[in-house]
Structures are given as C-alpha cells and as structure tokens.
C-alpha cells in the first residue's frame, strides 16, 4: 500500500533562514509520481512540482529545490532564504502508475511559520 | 485560462439537509477528483472519473456520498442526509490527458453542518 509521512509537523523559522521539509514514501510499485503542494493561509492547494520515479535529477526553481532520493525514499523540499509569504503547509503526495490509477495519496502536511 | 470552479464556496447546513457541491473542471482536462479535507483525516481522495466515468470511488464515506459527472464541464458531489462529521474542505481537481497525475485544484468548498 502506499504511504507518505511528512515527519514534521510545524516549523517555525526566521526570515532568510534556509529550510528542509521532509518526505519519506512507501509503495511497491516501480514507476510512481512525487509531488510538493502548497496551501497558503488563504486555503487553496497549489500545484510546486512532480517528479517521476525515473528521473532522480534535483530540481531547483528559484528559492525552492527538491532532492529525490530513491535508496531512502525520500523526496526532500528545500525553501533558500525562506519569506514571510513561504508561510503556509506544504504537502508531500504520491501517485502510484501502474494499473493507470491517478489516486494521490498525501502526507499529513507540514506548516511552515517564516517570522519576519 | 479559468482554474477550476468550484461552488459555492461556503456552505452552512443543518443536519439533514441535502447538500450538493459543484466542480466545473479546467477546459479540456479529462480526470476529475473530488477529495475532503479535515484536521483528522488530512486529505483524502473520494472518488475519481475518466472521461465522465467514475474510476475509483472506494474513498467514498458511505451511501449518503453520492458523485455525478454528466459531461465533461460539470461534477456534482452530494450527500443526503448530512451529518456534523461531513463538516470539512471539499476539494475538486482535474488533470489532463497530456499531463496524467498533475493535477490542479480548485478553491474548495468548506461544508458546515449544524
């Protein structure tokens, strides 16, 4: 079955720190999708990335970074200089290809407080 | 382009009552999702559709859940009766045939029953 467990549940950092927001997944399937949400205050999900289980490559898009690691599963999002508007929960979620299903499966979210 | 439409926005209903949520998916788009969020459950996905066609829908509650797609621009998600445990975010998002397992949300619906 799959699953995705975000670790942390709030962190709490100063303006221009750098942080790490953790993701470790389980499936059994060999070709899966990764994917980083963001739902602001204002409560909408917004779309950051998707990574499939082929492509290992980090991905950088300004600030933000992903680190994908297939011997630890784990699929890692890096804020650089964080902001106060990076404030927000960020979700990790999991789709797994084969059997063509597009079913996500998500973690339980992490909240991101940027103090000023 | 128009997101996804999701209406009405906030809904405040007592126990009972007939509830019907409604999802206009991006144009062109293909699969459609209706999921709910709570501070228990996190985010979880009810049902799916293909092309109109309901995939999976074995994230659905119980038979007061029920979800329509009768075209390619329009979904209904309703529950009858409601109870206070449907209180929630309900979410719908499409993808696209071209981009399968990217898919895009709309505002939500939050759903309060009293």
């Known amino acids: 079955a799959q699953k995705v467990t975000q670790a942390q549940t709030e962190i709490s950092v100063v303006e221009k720190e750098d942080v790490t927001l953790d993701c470790v997944y389980e499936t059994r399937d060999t070709t899966y999708y990764l994917f980083w949400y963001k739902q602001p205050p204002s409560g909408e999900l917004v779309f950051l990335i998707r990574r499939n289980s082929f492509d290992e490559q980090n991905e950088i898009s300004g600030r933000y970074s992903w680190n994908f690691q297939k011997s630890t599963s784990s699929f890692n999002f890096t804020i650089t200089a964080s902001q106060v508007v990076d404030s927000a929960v960020y979700f990790c979620a999991l789709s797994e290809a084969q059997g063509g299903s597009e079913k996500l499966v998500f973690g339980k979210g992490t909240k991101l407080t940027v103090n000023p | 382009d128009a997101g996804v439409i999701q209406s009405p926005r906030h809904e405040v209903t007592e126990m009972g009552q007939e509830v019907t949520l409604r999802c206009k998916p991006i144009?062109?788009?293909?699969?459609l999702f209706w999921y709910r969020q709570t501070m228990m459950r996190g985010l979880e996905l009810l049902i799916y559709f293909n092309n109109n066609v309901p995939i999976d829908d074995s994230g659905m509650p119980e038979d007061r859940f029920s979800a329509k797609m009768p075209n390619a621009s329009f979904s209904t998600l309703k529950i009858q009766p409601s109870e206070p445990r449907d209180s929630a975010v309900y979410f719908c998002a499409s993808s696209s045939r071209e981009n399968t397992h990217e898919q895009y949300f709309g505002p939500g619906t939050r759903l309060t029953v009293t």
């Open positions: 144009s062109g788009h293909n699969s």
